[in-house]
């Protein structure tokens, strides 16, 4: 794993419970020193919507602050993060919002990630779309 995460062009992690599916992966000391020491463009993509129980009431920063914490130090480059808060969600969860004051320390790029369908989750399409821009942004368009 360490060896593929060194020689990718880009890391993406998340969107995922933040608990037990995004910090166990983050904690094997190898896999975060392999990410840091990666040249890929790393992306966190924060979550749509918070999970009951385990990040109810968190911003977008409060994702990054949590695993920044845990594995002692910044690992992304650019924050994903989504921008409409339209549609209903089901009874206890809520929208994962910014916190301009809390957010400012990242590198947020902001794009409506919900899917119409099922507002607390992303349109995979949407997001795909939003990650290969992002690459080419930063790579330059692909040659043909």
Known sequence: AS?????ADMIVVGPGSLYTSILPNLLGPDLAAAIRASRALKIYVS?????????????CGDYVRVMEEHITGSLFDIIVHNNNYEGTLPEGVHWVKMDPEQDADYALYLANLVDNGTPWRHDS?????VLMDLYQERTGPLVE
Do not use: R
């Open 3 to 7: 060896q593929a995460l060194l020689a």
């Open 47 to 59: 979550n749509v919507a918070s999970e009951t129980g385990e990040t109810e009431g968190f911003t």
């Open 125 to 129: 399409t949407k997001l795909a779309q």
